[in-house]
């Protein structure tokens, strides 16, 4: 993930983060909303008296991405946090309000059904250093809502390889129904896949004789026979079902 550089910080930078930490605090304890504006606005203008002296300071940008998410600008937010990773990519801080940010745009869009925007803000989150190293298990279940959302879609290859990476989170041993469901997932995206293939050409040879879906054949045989092996599960039938008929 990268290790958040540690410089020391010149003394003037250093006196008017005070300041901006001393405003923050007053627009907190103020009742009145004109008295919470003003010092909101003295801060940002603190904030912005630092990056005067130093452009790449990534905690000013980050002071100023707090200052508009209190005063509800969005865009304000995240192209501060942007500016605070363009500034030092691993400012941990900026990474991990940015996950949180993506992931709420990711709820908010499978609440609407919107499966493809969900994805979208999902790979968002994967691409952040931060997500794997610090947040390990919301990792692995973004790679396994991936990898279900990706199969939903008929996108196998991509639906089966952020399936692939979520088993491999895990340790022998710590394997659990949702890691035999995914191996199942796989099974069947491939079995699907490659009868569709063969519907669709109108071949007749049987599916273990085709060269071509010959990787497509050991995944279906691999990841079936994993699943009926595996504890009983709901869904453990089926795959016996679909594995005679590969057979």
Excluded at 188 to 215: D, P, R
Aim: charged residues 30%; aromatic residues 12%.
């Amino acid at each position: 993930a990268g290790q958040e550089v540690q410089k020391e910080v010149p003394k003037k930078i250093k006196k008017l983060m005070d300041k901006v930490l001393k405003s923050l605090e007053k627009a907190t304890k103020a009742e009145k909303p004109e008295k919470k504006d003003k010092y909101y606005a003295e801060a940002a203008k603190l904030c912005n008296d630092v990056l005067a002296i130093d452009s790449k300071f990534a905690p000013a940008y980050f002071m100023l991405s707090g200052i508009s998410m209190k005063k509800k600008d969005m865009k304000g937010y995240v192209d501060n946090l942007h500016k605070a990773l363009e500034a030092d990519p691993t400012y941990e801080k900026a990474q991990l309000q940015l996950i949180k940010f993506y992931d709420a745009q990711a709820r908010g869009f499978l609440q609407k059904k919107d499966v493809k925007k969900a994805i979208e803000f999902q790979e968002k989150m994967l691409a952040i250093p931060a997500l794997k190293a610090k947040i390990p298990q919301k990792y692995a279940m973004t790679l396994y809502s991936l990898g279900y959302f990706y199969s939903t879609l008929k996108d196998i290859k991509k639906g089966n390889d952020y399936l692939k990476k979520y088993m491999g989170t895990f340790k022998a041993g710590t394997e659990t129904a949702q890691y035999h469901f995914s191996v199942y997932m796989i099974g069947m995206n491939s079995y699907n896949t490659m009868v569709a293939e063969i519907e669709a050409k109108g071949l007749k040879t049987k599916i273990k004789e085709l060269n071509a879906y010959a990787a497509s054949c050991s995944d279906v045989e691999k990841y079936l026979v994993q699943t009926i092996k595996a504890p009983a599960q709901k869904w453990t039938e089926d795959a016996f079902y679909n594995l005679g008929i590969y057979y």
